[in-house]
């Protein structure tokens, strides 16, 4: 690690105001010379401010799961972020675009913890459930732009998400046919093995990197497992579908714009 804490702390309070106020800021961690460490260090911080407003911690994502994104980054490791209550939007909910700086939707699935998580415990051990979901992520970097120090000090874009109906998990997970629909049109689509080839890696993946940082999946919490598609920007008044052929459908609306804004 090379960040001092009070530098930690600034990045943290720099990526805060820019979620805030919704107005998006050059890339901070690595030109500060953050490593990755330095960077969840960052997240964790921010993070921190949110829980220190109120908002509780419901879970885990795993950001770029696929490898067309880990390609477009150089990276050859997946991220991960944290989820707060304040993030979740109900099945079939609104969010207000104007809330967010460039906000933009992917097809995920989600996993539920059945209880707290042990490094080894296995998949079947552990989820108690499958459900499709929505990200919404919204990179707090102008022109969604970031080195990979960046994107973890900014929680991974983490900004919102929805989950669909639970069930229990099937028997296979790997490749399942994915859409991304807005206004009832496939804007995106793609299978559950983008997600390194089986969701259930993702799982496994989580484990072991929150673990590498003393974080554990909590009974209850969910796990976003990744994107099945490339992420589509979202605008006002949109109606959005994540479609996991299998598992059914998680959905949200934007509301529509008003006054010239959103
Ligand atoms: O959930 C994700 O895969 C996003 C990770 C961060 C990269 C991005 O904002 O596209
Ligand atoms: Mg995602």
Do not use: C
Not at 198 to 223: I, N, Q, T
Not at 240 to 253: M, T
């Amino acid at each position: 690690m090379t960040l001092h804490p009070e530098q930690t702390a600034e990045l943290a309070a720099r990526l805060d105001e820019a979620a805030t106020a919704r107005t998006p800021i050059p890339q901070v961690a690595a030109a500060a010379g953050a490593d990755t460490d330095d960077a969840y260090a960052v997240q964790e911080a921010l993070v921190g401010l949110r829980l220190a407003r109120g908002e509780r911690p419901v879970g885990l994502k795993m950001g770029l799961t696929s490898h067309a994104k880990m390609a477009q980054m150089g990276v050859s490791e997946v991220i991960w972020g944290r989820l707060t209550d304040a993030m979740e939007v109900p099945d079939g909910g609104a969010v207000d675009t104007a809330a967010y700086i460039h906000p933009r939707v992917e097809p995920e699935v989600a996993f539920l913890m059945a209880r707290d998580v042990e490094p080894g415990d296995s998949f079947e051990e552990a989820v108690a459930a499958v459900a499709p979901a929505l990200e919404l992520i919204d990179s707090r970097y102008a022109d969604f732009r970031f080195a990979l120090a960046d994107v973890i000090a900014d929680n991974t874009s983490a900004a919102a998400f929805t989950v669909g109906a639970w069930q229990p998990p099937p028997a296979g997970l790997a490749d399942l046919p994915v859409r991304l629909e807005i206004d009832g049109e496939a804007v995106e689509s793609g299978s559950t093995a983008a997600i390194l080839g089986d969701p259930r890696r993702a799982f496994e993946e989580a484990v072991r990197l929150a673990d590498r940082h003393g974080v554990r999946l909590r009974k209850g919490w969910v796990l976003l497992a990744g994107a099945a598609t490339a992420a589509v920007p979202l605008r006002p008044g949109a109606q959005v579908r994540a479609v996991v052929e299998g598992l059914g459908a998680a959905a949200l609306h934007a509301l529509p714009e008003r006054d010239g804004r959103g």
